[in-house]
């Protein structure tokens, strides 16, 4: 196909040396191309420039004299004009540019103006391109969500090591302290009762925390699958005071379960329990001797209000923020007690999966409350 120059084109040194040879390979180009002259008309367009152009609205089988910027309009390039000005002083312009169509959703364009300069340099005309990137954006954004999901389980895999190496570290030092009392000959048999009854407290808390941490993991790993039934939340606070009780008797402090007998809310079992197992740990741990931990309810509209209440240390208003963010938190309690620097940020996740939120009240020196809320049955 020989190419004609438009009369605005017609001593125009540069378009005219477009060989047949240079004709095919234009229009065989990977990209919808057009040619624009100074004046901002269209004087030339590939096959595939005809066909996007068409796709996306403009319907016209001549070519020729087109004004550049009602053809672009259907791509929806606010700055055509700019752009065109910018290409025509010299300077190439390259862009990706989202798009919404009506029958196919999001569509990805990278589009580029690059100025047309002859043999003694004069700029000549704009060549415009463009190119659907929609799958390789897509593609992109999978590998993306990808390395952050690996990131992601890598540091579960951290936090997960961190947890076994200074979490279960104390309480299997404490029980092999009991089991050493025992081997003692002559030992008084209330003090054998008595060390048993502290064995068999601490295997449970324990075993306990082992299958919280590893049902959480394999929350992360897998998914998190919400079994969502009618659940009696005082019964829950109960199971946990009692899973704590050595923890609270250690320190002589007393947890008080104020929850109504008909709190019945909507939630997974293993969840709820795993977030009051950390919030009543939590305010043992930051509650000196003789302290007094409350949890009680309220309910509001459709929902029931969750505090767990204590007299403890409180928390600096600086400090608030970093609660709920993974490893960012991380404070010795009121007898040295570690922690991982997560339990807070698991509780965050686990209530936002159940349709809650979850805030804090606290002063210094004064104590501090943890609200959460959950759906009514």
Known sequence: MNFQPTKNMQNNNSFTLLTNQMQAWFDAAPQA????????????????????????GFRTPIWENIPHLAMTEFFKISNAKEYFEEASNGKKISFEHKIQQKYVG????????????????????????????????????KILAQKNELQELNKVKDRLFSVISHDFRSPLAALRSFFNLLKIQDIDPKQIQY????????????????????????????GLQLERKELSLKDIVNNVANLLLYNSQEKNIEIQNLIQEDNVV???????????????????????????IKVYSKIENDMVHIAVQDNGVGIREEEKEKLFLMGKYSKK????????GFGLWICKDFI???NGTIWIESQVNQG????????LK
């Open 266 to 292: 909507l939630a997974d079992l293993n969840t709820l329990h795993l977030v009051l197992r950390n919030l009543i740990g939590n305010s043992v741990k930051f509650t000196p001797q003789n302290g007094t």
């Open 33 to 56: 191309s057009y040619l624009i002259d100074m004046n901002g008309m269209i004087f030339r367009v590939n096959n595939l420039g005809k066909e996007y152009a068409q796709n996306y």
């Open 352 to 354: 936002e999966k159940n």
């Open 106 to 141: 999001e569509v990805w364009l990278e589009i580029e103006y690059i100025p047309l300069i002859d043999t003694t340099q004069k700029i000549t005309g704009i060549t415009l391109t463009v190119q659907d990137i929609t799958i390789r954006k897509k593609a992109k954004a």
């Open 195 to 222: 060390i048993l009854q502290k064995i068999d407290i601490q295997l449970a808390t324990t075993t306990d925390f082992l299958d919280n941490i590893l049902f959480w993991t394999k929350s992360q790993m897998n």
């Open 368 to 375: 501090t409350i943890f609200w959460f809320t959950l759906p």
């Open 333 to 340: 309690g009121t007898e040295q007690e570690t922690g991982h």
